[in-house]
């Protein structure tokens, strides 16, 4: 089993900087990948940024250059560093950890706010 906990959402200001984190706890193997989703209201739910173990990096094209996206093996940790925000990027993160081929596992989500 595998948990997962966010942290470091809130509300920012247009243009604004914000750092999310998630931990991971349970059994997690060298070959799971780590990433972030987001879901805006009224919205599916639509992949930010992923990486591998080994840190190779897929972004949305809407972040791209803006998100960055780092992983720490040796704790179990994931980051997001997000710069440039705008209101689109309103939305509750959820941290994700897949596991080949197709096991999904997802966090409780944090709220992101861009607003003036």
């Known amino acids: 089993q595998v948990q997962l906990v966010e942290s470091g959402g809130g509300l920012v200001q247009p243009g604004g900087s914000l750092r999310l984190s998630c931990a991971a706890s349970?059994?997690?193997?060298?070959?799971?990948?780590m990433g972030w989703y987001r879901q805006a209201p009224g919205k599916q739910r639509e992949l930010v940024a992923t990486?591998?173990?080994?840190?190779?990096?897929n972004y949305a094209d809407s972040v791209k250059g803006r998100f960055t996206i780092s992983r720490d093996n040796a704790q179990n940790t994931v980051s997001l560093q997000m710069n440039s925000l705008k209101p689109e990027d309103t939305a509750v993160y959820y941290c994700?950890?897949?596991?080949?081929?197709?096991?999904?596992?997802w966090g409780q989500g944090t709220q992101v706010t861009v607003s003036s």
């Open positions: 994700n950890l897949q596991r080949w081929p197709s096991r999904m596992y």
């Open positions: 349970g059994t997690i193997f060298s070959a799971d990948a």
């Open positions: 990486i591998t173990s080994l840190g190779s990096t």
